[in-house]
Every structure is written in structure tokens, then in C-alpha cells.
């Protein structure tokens, strides 16, 4: 199985910053797309950015220019620089991660959700 383990969210001020990571591990053959989606009391999950292994990204409006997610392939690991936090960016933040594991061929598709972790900003 592909395991996604989150961590760096906590409590800040309005105007600081925070980086998330999400390592995966097992027997992954390949990944496709790594992205953060986060979640607020009383609102539906929505994706935060995503980076295609060819490297594209994609943000939600509302953190472009303040977010920026980035990659390490070796270390199998996704992180969210957030910077210029805002009350508004307080949320639940999930990692997820989509690709192929196993070593048999053909390889079956994965798609992953780390644990989720608080993101809290105060203003």
C-alpha cells in the first residue's frame, strides 16, 4: 500500500508562513500528480495546488502569488511554501497523491490521501 505521512501545519499570524510536506512510501512505480486540498468547517474540500511529474502547476485563485508547491522525486516528498498566510486559509489540509505501485506488470493505479493536518492562522 502507498502511505502519504503529513506534517508542518500549526499555528501562526496573519501575514507569516508555513511549509507543509507530505512524504509517500511503498512500492510506487510511478507518480503522476502530488497536490494539496484543504477543507474548512462548513465548506467543501477544495484543491489548494498541484504539480504534474512533468513539472505543471496548477493553484486555486485564491493563493496565487502567496503559495508555491514543489517537489523532491527522490525523496518522494510534496511540499506546500505558504507565504502572507490569511484567516481565510484556515483549514484542514490534506495531501494527495495519484500514480502506479507494485513491481507486477501491469501496475495498479493508486490514489492517496495523507491524514490531514490543521492549519490555524490568527489574526
Known amino acids: 500500500q502507498v502511505q502519504l505521512v503529513e506534517s508542518g501545519g500549526g499555528l501562526v499570524q496573519a501575514g507569516g508562513s508555513l511549509i507543509l510536506s507530505c512524504a509517500a512510501s511503498g512500492i510506487i512505480a510511478s507518480i503522476h500528480v502530488m497536490g494539496w486540498y484543504r477543507q474548512a468547517p462548513g465548506k467543501q474540500r477544495e484543491l489548494v495546488a498541484a504539480?504534474?511529474?512533468?513539472?505543471?502547476?496548477n493553484y486555486a485563485d485564491s493563493v496565487k502569488g502567496r503559495f508555491t508547491i514543489s517537489r523532491d522525486n527522490a525523496k518522494r516528498t510534496v511540499y506546500l511554501q505558504m507565504n502572507s498566510l490569511k484567516p481565510e486559509d484556515t483549514a484542514v489540509y490534506y495531501c494527495n497523491v495519484r500514480g502506479s505501485y507494485g513491481v507486477a506488470t501491469p501496475r495498479a493505479p493508486f490514489d492517496s490521501w495523507g491524514q490531514g493536518t490543521q492549519v490555524t492562522v490568527s489574526s
Open positions: 504539480i504534474t511529474s512533468g513539472g505543471s502547476t
